[in-house]
C-alpha cells in the first residue's frame, strides 16, 4: 500500500530513513521553543541547556558527529556563561569546540554550528536575543544542508519567536533585567 503524501514525500522519507534521530530532533524542538520564549536570562540558559543536550543525541544519530559535539559542549558553555562573563571562559569554549571539532569536519557547512558563544558571555536581555538570533541563522543553515528535520523546523520554530521574544522585551522591559 503506497501512501500519496505530494510534497511531504520527501520529509516521510528522511523519517522513515533514521525514525528515532528525527523523533529526538522533533521532541527537543519543544524544550527549545519553551526556551526561546523565556524573557527571563536564568530561565532561558537553563531550558536552552536542556535543549542544548538533547539536540547533540539527535545530532550524534544523524552522523553530524560535529554538530553534535557543539551542540553538547554549547550545555556546558550556556551554563558557565549563566556564571560569569570572562572572556577567558569564552575563549576557553570557543578554543575546546575548534580542537575537537577540526579532526572530525568533512564538510564546510560543520564549520557553522559553532557561531553564537559571544552573545552568551558578553550580552544580556535584548543583545543576547540578538545574538541567538544570528547563531541562528547558521544553526537553520546547516541544518537544511544536512536534511534534519527536527533541527530544521526547531531553528526556523526559533528564529520566530525569538524574534516575538525580542518584541516583546522592546515593547516591555522588565523591571530589573539582571
Known amino acids: 500500500m503506497s501512501l ?8 516521510w522519507t528522511l523519517i522513515e530513513q533514521q525514525p528515532l534521530a528525527q523523533g529526538i530532533g522533533l521532541a527537543a524542538m519543544l524544550v527549545g521553543v519553551s526556551a526561546f520564549l ?23 544519530l544523524m552522523g553530524a558527529s560535529t554538530a553534535a559535539l557543539s551542540a553538547a559542549l554549547s550545555c556546558g558553555r550556556t551554563i558557565a556563561s549563566g556564571r560569569t562573563r570572562s572572556p577567558w571562559v569564552m575563549l576557553f569554549f570557543l578554543v575546546l569546540v575548534w580542537v575537537l571539532g577540526i579532526p572530525g569536519i568533512t564538510s564546510a557547512v560543520q564549520w557553522l554550528p559553532t557561531i553564537g558563544t559571544w552573545g552568551l558571555f558578553r550580552t544580556r536581555g535584548l543583545a543576547l536575543r540578538l545574538c541567538m538570533l544570528a547563531g541562528g541563522l547558521c544553526w537553520t543553515s546547516h541544518n537544511i544542508l544536512i536534511g534534519s528535520i527536527g ?3 526547531i531553528e ?17 522591559p522588565l523591571a530589573n533585567p539582571l
Not at 500519496?4 to 520529509?11: A, S, T, Y
Not at 526559533?158 to 516591555?172: A, D, G, K, P, S
Open 38 to 60: 523565556q524573557r527571563d536570562d536564568s530561565r532561558f540558559r537553563w531550558r536552552l541547556c536542556l535543549y542544548q543536550g538533547a539536540i547533540a543525541v539527535h545530532f550524534l
Open 156 to 172: 526556523t520554530t526559533f528564529l520566530f519567536v525569538n524574534c516575538h521574544t525580542m518584541y516583546r522585551m522592546w515593547r516591555h
Open 4 to 11: 500519496e503524501l505530494g510534497w511531504l514525500q520527501p520529509v
Open 151 to 153: 533541527g530544521s523546523l
